[in-house]
């Protein structure tokens, strides 16, 4: 007499760890954004491994065009560093961010959560409306939690975006004063404590800095 109970019970086991791969594969390379494991988990079918099943993708495309990586909770397929190169026609050319910008992107990043005031004090100059939008609109940055003193001042932070754009998984990838340096991005003049990266001859006093345009 066959067993009635197996076909049913076959259809609460997951499939095996070769198809799930499978399946993240056509999930992530469907997706141009990051996808989190949880929404992973949530369109794999029930009893899936997907922590294993990313293990197993990541390391079968490494040395490969395409990188599995994490990007702050999500994952998704990035062209090899080494070979970035080769995008460089299908990318839009963009103007470079303004001083203001960079410094107020750069003071968020290293110190998050930030508030404007605070942003200001690092600075030496008022931070404009603009410099703020722009980079909200960038989505390079976004607003976290408010500060629980008098007024709750609002907070920035930057976002999955930013980390994207830059290929880090989280802030601590962010590089420190000495890989800025190597990389030409800072002279040799020892940078103030509150400031990663910026010297104090290159922050203008001039509350007029941040009313030019916000790209140069």
Not at 134 to 144: A, F, P, Q, V
Not at 170 to 185: S, V
Not at 198 to 206: E, K, P, Q
Request: charged content about 30%; proline content about 6%.
């Amino acid at each position: 007499m066959s067993d009635k109970s197996a076909p049913i019970q076959s259809l609460f086991e997951a499939p095996p760890m070769a198809e799930q791969e499978r399946m993240l594969e056509a999930i992530l390379f469907a997706t141009a954004e990051p996808i989190s494991k949880q929404q992973l988990e949530g369109r794999l079918p029930h009893g899936c491994d997907v922590s294993e099943a990313l293990t197993h993708v990541k390391k079968r495309y490494e040395g490969r065009g395409v990188h599995l990586i994490r990007v702050g909770d999500g994952y998704a397929f990035r062209t090899a560093a080494d070979l970035g190169y080769l995008m460089q026609k299908e990318s839009t050319e963009t103007r470079k961010l303004s001083r203001a910008a960079i410094e107020t992107l750069a003071i968020v990043a290293y110190h998050q959560p930030v508030t404007r005031s605070e942003i200001e004090e690092i600075r030496g100059v008022s931070v404009s409306s603009g410099t703020i939008d722009m980079l909200l609109e960038l989505e390079w940055i976004k607003l976290g939690r408010r500060r629980m003193t008098p007024g709750r001042p609002v907070t920035f932070v930057v976002t999955q975006v930013f980390l994207d754009h830059f290929g880090m998984e989280n802030t601590k990838d962010l590089p420190g004063i000495k890989e800025l340096r190597d990389a030409g991005l800072l002279d040799n003049r020892p940078p103030p404590g509150a400031i990663p990266g910026v010297a104090s001859d290159d922050v203008d006093t001039n509350e007029d800095d941040d009313q030019d345009d916000m790209f140069e």
